[in-house]
């Protein structure tokens, strides 16, 4: 079965294509500033990338008639609860209106169905954002009024976490894993019996990360919010693009980072050391969510690759449980494995709203 797969970003769209678990093709489309600066809205780039999907893999000698099914990233839709979803009306309706926010991924599952319904063939999303499994007692916060987010790269953890089951013999649904992804933001999440049901991340809480504050103390953030130096969204950009590393050393890249650390940078090491200390701190805390018990701790995201991070956390949560490590990210096979599965009747598809 050939699967086709889209996942716009920001700058980027991905394109893939899967015969069964092997990937045929794989393309990463950069679009200029410029180009997108013509749509006021990013429901306003749908022609534009679409046409530049299709000639892209015209070009690599496909057409959508080829395809079993297209599957697209999922966007920013009502919390959900993990799996594979088939797109509808409704949830495109919903991103079209931008009723949840507004953001290059609400794309994904529009193009898909667009390309899928001109050849009567599925189309999917997988894992989207939105992905909301908390269990009621991880929500509440020390306020009423504010309710603990689940804002988790799901796609990506749930893929690992069905990789390294396997490995391990198991099913992702019978196992408990402490899962990390460190990238240019963080999310730390406990994933109970194929359940996301504790987690932070790095726009909200938990540890800060390359461009991202993490959880922050409280009473001075309140003072600097209305301190007059910064405009709500000059404070948003900051807790979300223009914090952690980047605030303390002017850098997102990890690779810089490590590099002055090589040539003596002190308040460099200080600063990375507090960025590993923080992400194991936060490892450990959901020990408490398990009672102990966990499977496996698993690091991913950009920063896996790095042995330095990887080492010094291994170092200081292996006591709790094995450490595996899968570097970088797999969105685009998790997007075409989740529809592979509904294909071979593996599991169900599930319906938006």
Known sequence: MKIMVINPGGTSTKTAVFEDEHVLFKKTIIHAADE?????????????RRNIILDTLSEAGFVPGDFSCVVGRGGLLAPLQGGTYGVNE???????????????????????KEIADE?????????????????????????AELERPSWFHALNHKAVARFIA???????????????HLGSGNSIVAHKEGRM???????????????RSGGLPTYPLVELCYSGKYSHEEMVDKISSGGGIYDHLGTKDAREVEERIKKGDEKARTVYQAFVYSVAKEI???????????????????????GYVTEEITRMTGFLAPVEIVPGEFELEALAYGALRVLRKEEEPKCYG
Not at 170 to 179: G, H, V
Request: proline share 7%; aromatic share 8%.
């Open 197 to 211: 049901i504790d987690g932070s991340g790095g726009r909200s809480n938990g540890p800060f990360s390359p461009e």
């Open 284 to 306: 450990c805390s959901y020990a408490a969510v398990f009672e102990g018990k966990v499977d496996c701790i698993i690091l991913t995201g950009g920063l896996a690759h790095s």
């Open 166 to 180: 396997k490995r391990i013999d198991r099913e992702y649904e019978d196992c408990n894993f402490i899962i990390a």
């Open 36 to 48: 997108l600066r013509r749509f006021p809205h990013v429901e306003d780039q749908l022609d534009y």
């Open 119 to 143: 050849v009567n063939i599925p189309s999917f999303i997988v894992d989207p954002v939105s992905v909301d499994e908390l269990m009621p007692i991880a929500r509440i916060s020390g306020l």
């Open 90 to 112: 409704r949830m495109t309706k919903d991103l079209k209106k931008a009723v949840h926010g507004e953001h290059p991924s609400n794309l994904g599952p529009i193009l898909a």
